[in-house]
């Protein structure tokens, strides 16, 4: 079994919609889950991070974590085309470190 | 943040060569990692690289196949020794900051896309 599971898609929506990606985890020591986003031939970027559980929200995306769960998501508000992307998960059971990712799942939004 | 080149962005090899992938950091970093994304699977962690020290490998990789070189504060290279086309992949650079909040962040290279036929 994979430490970190995420559905690879791809995930097609129309502009405009909320998506919601998600990865589970199998690690209870993991602290610190942060989402990736990776465009075509680039190196993956920082889009969020979270410290245990809870909720957090930044412009349009929103990140959540239920440790109780081992299950953290990623919604995206009013999804542009520009946020055609693929998005990773990723988590570490300290502050700095090796990561471990999910598989990533590779988004496409429609104008 | 940190900007991050990668050299070669990609390059196509015969098998039993090897291939050295460079990285430069435009700031001093202590920690630099190297990482390998095959196709369809995750981003998997190679070896740690802190310079002044030997790299710390993760299970399944090796010094013999993945030598590290750091001679410094804003340098790296990762040698993919003996390829096979298993070893196909994209090669990314990372290195860490850390923040005056609770995560150290870390940034990521372009990859180097490499090919083995």
């Known amino acids: 079994q994979k430490e970190v599971e995420q559905d690879p898609g791809p995930l097609s929506v129309p502009e405009g919609a909320i998506v919601s990606l998600n990865c589970t985890y199998s690690?209870?020591?993991?602290?610190?889950f942060m989402w990736y986003r990776q465009y075509s031939r680039k190196g993956p970027e920082l889009l969020m991070y979270?410290?245990?559980?809870g909720n957090k929200e930044d412009g349009r995306f929103t990140a959540q974590v239920d440790k109780s769960s081992k299950y953290i998501s990623l919604f995206i508000r009013d999804s542009q085309p520009s946020d055609s992307a693929t998005y990773l998960c990723?988590?570490?059971?300290?502050?700095?470190?090796?990561?471990?990712f999910g598989q990533g799942t590779e988004l496409s939004v429609k104008p | 943040s940190a900007v991050i080149s990668q050299k070669p962005s990609r390059d196509i090899c015969q098998r039993g060569t090897s291939l050295t992938i460079q990285c430069q950091v435009d700031?001093?970093?202590?920690?630099m990692f190297w990482y390998r994304q095959q196709p369809g699977q995750s981003l998997t962690l190679i070896a740690t690289?802190?310079?002044?020290?030997?790299?710390?490998?993760e299970s399944g990789f090796v010094i013999d196949k993945f030598p590290i070189s750091r001679p410094n504060l804003t340098f790296s290279t990762l040698t993919v020794s003996n390829m096979s086309p298993e070893d196909s992949s994209i090669y990314l650079c990372?290195?860490?900051?850390?923040?005056?909040?609770?995560?150290?962040?870390?940034?990521f290279g372009p990859g180097t896309r490499l090919t083995v036929l």
């Open positions: 990372s290195v860490e900051r850390q923040d005056r909040g609770l995560y150290n962040e870390q940034f």
């Open positions: 690690n209870s020591a993991f602290q610190y």
């Open positions: 979270t410290y245990s559980s």
């Open positions: 990723a988590m570490s059971d300290n502050q700095g470190g090796k990561l471990i």
């Open positions: 700031s001093q970093v202590t920690m």
């Open positions: 690289a802190n310079q002044g020290s030997e790299a710390t490998y």
